[in-house]
C-alpha cells in the first residue's frame, strides 16, 4: 500500500473522500496486483474531482461522470488480464461499492447502483 500513485496529492475537499481508502479489499488479496489497482484508484479521485469541478444538479448529470469513469475500467480489464487477474465477482462487487460509496459522499443517496456503472463491460 505504500506506492507512489496512493499517495499522490489529490485535489478533493470532501474529507469523507479524503479520508476513504478505495479498493480496500481488493489491495488486500494477491489476486488483484496493486500497480493496477492503483490505476484504479485514481479513476475513482478523478471521478470525485470532476463530480467537485463540475457540481452535478442532478443525477442524470451524475451518472454521465460516473459512466464515464466506468468506461476508463473497463480499458483497465485489459491490464488486470495481462497481469493474470481480472475484474471477475468479487472485484465487480467492490468497484460498484465504491462507485455507490462516491455517489453518497456528494449527496446523491438515491442513485441507482446499476445505473451508476451502466456502460460497464465486466
Known sequence: MADSNRRREWSIANQQVNE????????EDPFFPN??????TQILRRLCER???????DLHRLYELTQR???EFN?????FEAA????????REEICEEF??????YGFEDADPEELTATREW
Not at 500497480?35 to 484504479?40: A, E, P
Not at 463530480?51 to 444538479?57: H, L, S, W
Not at 493474470?84 to 472485484?91: K, M, P, R, Y
Request: proline content about 2%; some cysteine.
Open 20 to 27: 476513504h481508502a478505495f479498493l480496500e479489499m481488493m489491495y
Open 35 to 40: 500497480h493496477v489497482l492503483d490505476k484504479g
Open 51 to 57: 463530480i467537485e469541478a463540475e457540481q452535478p444538479a
Open 69 to 71: 469513469a466506468t468506461e
Open 75 to 79: 480499458a483497465l480489464e485489459a491490464e
Open 84 to 91: 493474470g487477474s481480472g475484474i471477475e465477482t468479487t472485484a
Open 100 to 105: 455507490c460509496f462516491v455517489a453518497d459522499a
